[in-house]
């Protein structure tokens, strides 16, 4: 199925059906009086976070969601009948705006959160809600309310634990591919992953995480080079950040702690609150260096990363892997899960309904004590 995390829709709510004027003519019964019933109210639209969706690809080619309206009311005291709402089934971390005012409408980061986006025309009422001793044969009724219509912006961003950053061909989809479930395309050229894949990381029973891998990001994409910024939203739910960082590049003109340095000046033009997240070093591909010029090399280039003076950058954490012969990426992966389990808010407990109930006082005459 083709990814899709952005989309522009149309929703339009039923109108409420129209209630009429009628009066009841039966034999014998001579000036029967009112009896037009009220009009159906319409249908309205919602949006419903299922997690069984992982794209917005359904409203890419289904762009107009119109709901009906509600039947008019008819004689004999009979309402009119109400309009079916529409639900529509969107990705959880789905985000809908209003196309017009740029307004954040709702965020879908639940499972089963339902929200409201057109409501429905409310029916009109019939002739018999006008009757009264002075007025025993009214001839005014109401017209059904108007429906809703709205232009909405629908943009996902995925749910994931820990989000992998870095230039293309960095080693991202190895690595999630090596780790995780996750088989995205890899290739030895730029920009082979061209939408966010995601993995589960199991590092144990009952103990994974979710990981992330999105587009290759180089220097400029806030002018458009490369693929942008467009996927960069993926990874602003995320609690850490993973940036890969090649040492051994293609181009040997290439230095790698200038492009590493580069993408954090991307993310921070991107949205300083992602720039600011936890992140850690994560030194790829160090198959392709001799085991005894590893160590230099990564403390030549974390050196050269960190920098100095007010552009220095601060340094946590840095891991030296490689997802071809998979050396290092179990330790990285433990290292990942103790630091969100750290960092996770501690489920309330269950309590026991039986000790909700109030304790009967004890009579003081059973506590005291015989002499």
């Known amino acids: 199925m083709k990814f899709i995390d ?17 009066f009841r003519r039966e034999k014998f019964i001579p000036r029967g009086g009112p009896d037009g019933g009220d009009g159906g109210r319409g249908g309205s639209v919602y949006a419903l976070a299922d997690r069984n ?3 917005l690809v359904d409203f890419r080619y289904a762009r107009k969601h119109v709901a009906r309206s509600g039947e008019r009311g008819r004689g004999s005291d009979q309402y009119g009948k109400a309009a079916e709402d529409i639900i529509l089934r969107m ?8 196309e017009d005012s740029g307004e954040l ?17 409310e029916g009109g009422l019939g002739n018999i809600h006008f009757k009264s001793s002075t007025n025993r044969a009214p001839r005014q009724f109401t017209p059904g309310g108007e429906g809703e219509h709205r232009r909405l912006r629908l943009e996902l961003k995925v749910l994931a634990d820990v989000g992998l950053l870095g230039l293309p061909n960095a080693g991202k989809s190895t690595l999630i591919a090596a780790v995780s479930n996750a088989r995205p395309k890899i290739a030895d050229y730029p920009f082979t992953t061209l939408h966010p894949n995601l993995g589960v990381v199991r590092v144990g029973p009952e103990k994974s995480f979710v990981l992330a891998d ?15 910024h467009q996927f960069l939203r993926h990874l602003q739910r995320t609690g850490l ?22 993408i954090i000046k991307e993310l921070r033009k991107y949205d300083p609150a992602l720039a600011d997240k936890p992140r850690w070093l994560v030194l790829s591909k160090i198959d392709t260096i001799a085991p005894e010029e590893r160590q230099a090399r990564i403390d030549d280039f974390v050196r050269r990363f960190r920098g100095r003076g007010r552009s220095a950058l601060p340094v946590s954490r840095v891991f030296a892997v490689s997802g071809l012969t998979r050396e290092g990426c179990e330790e990285l992966m433990r290292e990942v899960h103790a630091w969100l389990e750290a960092r996770r808010e501690p489920e309330p407990a269950e309590r026991d309904p039986r000790f909700d109930a109030q304790t009967p006082p004890v009579p003081a005459a059973a506590t005291e004590q015989p002499q």
Do not use: C
Request: aromatic fraction near 4%; charged fraction near 20%; hydrophobic fraction near 45%.
């Open 6 to 22: 952005e989309a522009h829709i149309e929703v339009t709510a039923g109108d409420g059906g129209t209630g009429i004027v009628s």
């Open 53 to 55: 969706i992982n794209t």
């Open 91 to 98: 990705p959880v971390g789905t985000m809908v705006y209003d």
């Open 105 to 121: 409408l709702f965020d879908l980061a639940a499972h089963g959160q339902r929200e409201l986006l057109a409501r429905a025309g």
């Open 214 to 228: 999105i587009p290759g990001l180089i220097e400029g994409a806030a002018e458009g080079a490369g693929l942008g």
């Open 241 to 262: 950040l993973l940036h890969l960082v090649d040492l051994m590049p293609f181009d040997p003109e290439a230095d790698p702690a200038r492009d590493a340095r580069a």
